[in-house]
């Protein structure tokens, strides 16, 4: 997957769609932990998507917010789909990225809450 391609798909979304996106990607993380690698990590594996969940639906927060000091668009999707150390972690992101990529339709959608 090329992390530069996604960063511009990412960016080319509209507001509600990136939110739309983010939240699928909420979804698809914690249905990957569930499936699990039967290694005994349950434990790390569910709290890195817990902890990985937080961060998305805050930064969903954010979109819906048109909050301007939310994370770049780049720098959300390096660290989805970054290289970790942990590979469990990153299968889980990468697995749960490439589901959602492959079934999003973009309503390519434009709601301003916050007119400027």
Same mark, same amino acid.
């Not at 798909?9 to 996106?21: E, I, N, Q």
């Given at each position: 997957?090329?992390?530069?391609?996604?960063?511009?798909?990412?960016?080319?979304? @509209?507001?509600?769609?990136?939110?739309?996106?983010?939240?699928?990607?909420?979804?698809?993380?914690?249905?990957?932990?569930k499936v699990g690698a039967g290694d005994g990590n349950d434990a790390i594996r569910l709290r890195f998507?817990?902890?990985?969940?937080? =961060?998305?639906?805050?930064?969903? $927060?954010?979109?819906? @917010?048109?909050?301007?000091? =939310?994370?770049?668009?780049?720098?959300?999707? =390096?660290?989805?789909? @970054?290289?970790?150390?942990?590979?469990?972690?990153?299968?889980?992101?990468?697995?749960? $990225?490439?589901?959602?990529?492959?079934?999003?339709?973009?309503?390519?959608?434009?709601?301003?809450l916050n007119p400027h």
């Open positions: 997957m090329n992390i530069q391609s996604e960063i511009e798909f990412f960016s080319d979304l @509209g507001l509600v769609d990136k939110a739309r996106f983010v939240t699928r990607l909420i979804f698809e993380v914690a249905e990957e932990a998507a817990n902890e990985i969940n937080q =961060r998305l639906a805050r930064f969903t $927060y954010q979109i819906l @917010g048109e909050d301007l000091t =939310r994370p770049q668009n780049d720098v959300v999707i =390096r660290m989805l789909l @970054g290289t970790r150390a942990d590979k469990n972690a990153e299968r889980i992101m990468q697995n749960a $990225y490439r589901r959602v990529l492959t079934s999003f339709e973009s309503f390519d959608t434009t709601v301003l």
